[in-house]
């Protein structure tokens, strides 16, 4: 994990031409491990960066009650 922003989102940082799903899925244990709902995988090598920006949620069935 990279970062973790206001205790809310948790911020994975890349810079690699392609983002192949295991970093996807990375992203989603730190989610789980930490029980916070939202992630970004922010991929730094795009020529634009809002199209390296992929957000991740938790569905509800993951979070601790």
Known sequence: MDLLVEDLVIVENKAISEVPPIH?????????????????LINFHEQILKDGIHRILLPDKYLSK
Do not use: C, H
Request: aromatic share 6%; proline share 0%; glycine share 6%.
């Open 24 to 40: 996807k899925m990375i992203l989603m244990s730190y989610l789980k491990v930490t029980s916070k709902r939202i992630g970004l």
